[in-house]
């Protein structure tokens, strides 16, 4: 009876972009967000204006089913809960982007079994009125990426003063990377768990061919440097020339060879000195 009750009014989403969210409200009673905080619609990026690298840096870090699942990734829920089961506390998430994309719009953030019930529900909603692509749409405009900044036109700005369309990969990595813990990682701090999720979502990239050895080369360069770990090699000063060398300093034998002992002093000599 619970599953066959309405809910929100999803088909609207097909054609109209949301001005707001639920967690954008639970955001506002926590005084997270500033007075004059923009709508959604005002900063609003269509799918066309956001790199394909980027749509496939975020699907390969939160969802890589996300293109043949019909909203919940039953597999996935099930090895994580048997995986936290074994553990005995939640190591592993399951939530696909259609999930997470209801719970941003319509749900709290409450954890329990009720909401991540009506969280199923409404994936499955999602999935019946809206395509692939138009969620995908929604969820790169209305996930968080940072206190008070939601959407990827506003986390590109943000965090590096451009578009999304000139992003370079190893910023979309960082921005991907915060996406699990926003309120706690920010692109702009080197933080040892965004870099380690960074550099796992680029091997995913690898391994699915989203990007050549030289793309992945660059971008691990980029990281790097951002971590600063990357320092330049110290500059070479090349020997000075045979002639310029003192001549009172003779270049060490390659072994050391015992001294020659010194001759035997006759008879009324004094002492050798040097």
Same mark, same amino acid.
């Given at each position: 009876?619970?599953?066959?009750?309405?809910?929100?009014?999803?088909?609207?989403?097909?054609?109209?972009?949301?001005?707001?969210?639920?967690?954008?409200?639970?955001?506002?009673?926590?005084?997270?967000?500033?007075?004059?905080?923009?709508?959604?619609?005002?900063?609003?990026?269509?799918?066309?204006?956001?790199?394909?690298?980027?749509?496939?840096?975020?699907?390969?870090?939160?969802?890589?089913?996300?293109?043949?699942?019909?909203?919940?990734?039953?597999?996935?829920?099930?090895?994580?809960?048997?995986?936290?089961?074994?553990?005995?506390?939640?190591?592993?998430?399951?939530?696909?982007?259609?999930?997470?994309?209801?719970?941003?719009?319509?749900?709290?953030?409450?954890?329990?079994?009720?909401?991540?019930?009506?969280?199923?529900?409404?994936?499955?909603?999602?999935?019946?009125?809206?395509?692939?692509?138009?969620?995908?749409?929604?969820?790169?405009?209305?996930?968080?990426?940072?206190?008070?900044?939601?959407?990827?036109?506003?986390?590109?700005?943000?965090?590096?003063?451009? !578009?999304? +369309?000139? &992003?370079?990969?190893? *910023?979309?990595?960082?921005? @991907?990377?915060?996406? /699990? $813990? =926003?309120?706690?990682?920010?692109?702009?701090?080197?933080?040892?768990?965004?870099?380690?999720?960074?550099?796992?979502?680029?091997?995913?990239?690898?391994?699915?061919?989203?990007?050549?050895?030289?793309?992945?080369?660059?971008?691990?360069?980029?990281?790097?440097?951002?971590?600063?770990?990357?320092?330049?090699?110290?500059?070479?000063?090349?020997?000075? !020339?045979? +002639?310029? &060398?003192?001549?009172? *300093?003779?270049?060490?034998? @390659?072994?050391?060879? /015992? $001294? =020659?002992?010194?001759?035997?002093?006759?008879?009324?000599?004094?002492?050798?000195?040097?």
């Amino acid at each position: 009876m619970w599953f066959s009750l309405g809910g929100p009014p999803v088909e609207k989403l097909a054609t109209q972009n949301p001005a707001t969210t639920a967690l954008i409200e639970h955001r506002k009673q926590q005084g997270r967000l500033r007075p004059g905080f923009p709508s959604l619609r005002a900063t609003f990026v269509p799918l066309a204006r956001i790199p394909e690298l980027m749509q496939k840096t975020v699907i390969v870090a939160e969802d890589a089913s996300f293109w043949s699942h019909a909203g919940v990734d039953w597999h996935e829920v099930r090895e994580a809960f048997r995986q936290n089961l074994t553990q005995g506390r939640v190591v592993r998430g399951a939530s696909t982007i259609t999930q997470q994309l209801a719970k941003n719009l319509f749900l709290s953030g409450e954890r329990s079994w009720l909401r991540k019930l009506r969280e199923f529900r409404l994936a499955a909603r999602l999935e019946d009125h809206l395509s692939k692509r138009r969620i995908l749409e929604l969820y790169l405009n209305v996930i968080e990426f940072g206190p008070g900044v939601f959407g990827i036109g506003q986390a590109s700005q943000t965090f590096f003063g451009k !578009p999304p +369309e000139q &992003l370079t990969l190893a *910023e979309m990595l960082r921005l @991907a990377a915060v996406i /699990p $813990e =926003p309120l706690r990682l920010s692109p702009l701090r080197p933080a040892p768990r965004l870099l380690r999720r960074a550099a796992t979502i680029l091997e995913r990239l690898q391994q699915y061919d989203y990007i050549t050895r030289e793309e992945f080369e660059r971008a691990e360069r980029d990281l790097a440097a951002f971590a600063g770990i990357l320092e330049p090699p110290p500059a070479r000063t090349p020997p000075p !020339p045979e +002639e310029d &060398l003192p001549a009172d *300093e003779p270049e060490p034998p @390659a072994s050391p060879t /015992p $001294e =020659p002992a010194p001759p035997p002093e006759e008879p009324g000599d004094g002492p050798v000195i040097e």
